[in-house]
Protein backbone atom coordinates (compact mmCIF):
# COMPACT_ATOMS: atom_id res chain seq x y z
CA UNK A 1 0.00 0.00 0.00
CA UNK A 2 1.56 3.39 -0.36
CA UNK A 3 2.23 6.14 1.93
CA UNK A 4 -0.63 8.47 1.03
CA UNK A 5 0.53 11.28 4.38
CA UNK A 6 3.14 13.54 2.94
CA UNK A 7 5.38 13.22 6.59
CA UNK A 8 7.66 10.49 7.38
CA UNK A 9 7.46 8.75 10.80
CA UNK A 10 10.65 10.41 11.42
CA UNK A 11 9.65 13.92 10.48
CA UNK A 12 6.23 13.60 13.28
CA UNK A 13 8.29 11.78 16.30
CA UNK A 14 10.27 15.25 15.54
CA UNK A 15 7.17 17.17 16.03
CA UNK A 16 6.08 15.78 18.95
CA UNK A 17 9.65 16.02 20.32
CA UNK A 18 9.80 19.22 19.72
CA UNK A 19 6.32 20.29 21.16
CA UNK A 20 5.95 17.60 24.11
CA UNK A 21 9.53 16.12 24.82
CA UNK A 22 8.63 14.41 27.92
CA UNK A 23 4.89 13.50 26.79
CA UNK A 24 3.60 10.72 28.75
CA UNK A 25 0.21 9.52 26.71
CA UNK A 26 -1.00 9.48 23.35
CA UNK A 27 -3.91 9.41 21.30
CA UNK A 28 -3.90 8.52 17.55
CA UNK A 29 -7.35 9.86 16.40
CA UNK A 30 -8.38 7.25 13.35
CA UNK A 31 -5.37 4.85 13.90
CA UNK A 32 -5.89 3.30 10.75
CA UNK A 33 -3.65 0.10 10.54
CA UNK A 34 -1.25 1.45 13.09
CA UNK A 35 1.51 1.87 11.02
CA UNK A 36 2.49 5.79 12.81
CA UNK A 37 1.76 4.23 15.71
CA UNK A 38 3.53 1.31 15.73
CA UNK A 39 6.73 3.65 14.88
CA UNK A 40 6.16 5.69 17.67
CA UNK A 41 5.81 3.20 20.01
CA UNK A 42 8.89 2.08 19.58
CA UNK A 43 10.33 6.14 19.68
CA UNK A 44 9.05 6.34 22.93
CA UNK A 45 8.69 3.28 25.00
CA UNK A 46 8.27 4.73 28.22
CA UNK A 47 5.18 6.37 27.19
CA UNK A 48 1.53 4.75 26.97
CA UNK A 49 -0.59 4.69 23.38
CA UNK A 50 -4.28 4.68 22.97
CA UNK A 51 -5.78 4.58 19.84
CA UNK A 52 -9.56 5.14 18.03
CA UNK A 53 -10.72 4.08 14.32
CA UNK A 54 -14.04 3.42 13.62
CA UNK A 55 -13.41 0.31 11.24
CA UNK A 56 -12.59 -2.91 13.43
CA UNK A 57 -10.46 -4.48 10.88
CA UNK A 58 -8.18 -0.96 10.98
CA UNK A 59 -8.17 -1.86 14.48
CA UNK A 60 -7.05 -5.50 14.22
CA UNK A 61 -4.56 -4.79 12.51
CA UNK A 62 -3.44 -1.82 14.28
CA UNK A 63 -3.57 -4.24 17.37
CA UNK A 64 -0.76 -6.81 16.09
CA UNK A 65 1.41 -3.99 14.75
CA UNK A 66 1.64 -1.94 18.33
CA UNK A 67 0.83 -4.51 20.58
CA UNK A 68 1.60 -2.43 23.70
CA UNK A 69 -1.34 0.38 22.63
CA UNK A 70 -5.00 0.09 23.69
CA UNK A 71 -6.80 0.19 20.63
CA UNK A 72 -10.88 1.31 20.96
CA UNK A 73 -13.37 1.10 18.32
CA UNK A 74 -15.03 4.70 18.30
CA UNK A 75 -16.61 7.64 16.87
CA UNK A 76 -14.24 10.46 16.67
CA UNK A 77 -17.19 12.58 18.09
CA UNK A 78 -17.91 10.57 20.81
CA UNK A 79 -14.40 9.49 22.38
CA UNK A 80 -14.51 7.29 25.25
CA UNK A 81 -11.53 9.60 27.20
CA UNK A 82 -12.39 12.80 29.52
CA UNK A 83 -10.84 15.47 28.76
CA UNK A 84 -7.02 16.35 28.94
CA UNK A 85 -6.72 12.67 29.22
CA UNK A 86 -3.58 12.95 26.78
CA UNK A 87 -0.35 14.73 26.14
CA UNK A 88 -0.69 14.03 22.65
CA UNK A 89 -3.18 13.87 20.55
CA UNK A 90 -2.37 12.72 16.63
CA UNK A 91 -5.18 13.00 13.90
CA UNK A 92 -3.67 12.70 10.32
CA UNK A 93 -5.88 12.68 7.62
CA UNK A 94 -8.96 11.88 9.09
CA UNK A 95 -10.36 15.83 9.89
CA UNK A 96 -11.19 15.84 5.95
CA UNK A 97 -13.86 12.41 7.34
CA UNK A 98 -15.57 14.36 10.40
CA UNK A 99 -19.05 16.03 9.78
CA UNK A 100 -18.15 18.28 12.28
CA UNK A 101 -14.20 18.65 12.46
CA UNK A 102 -14.51 21.56 14.99
Do not use: W
Not at 8 to 36: H, M, N, W, Y
Amino acid sequence: MPRLSPCSDEFVAALIKDATPQFQSLLDIGCGRGERLAFLSHAYPTASFFAVDIDSNNLLTAQRRCPVAKVVMADTALLPFKSESFDVLLCECSFSLFAQPE
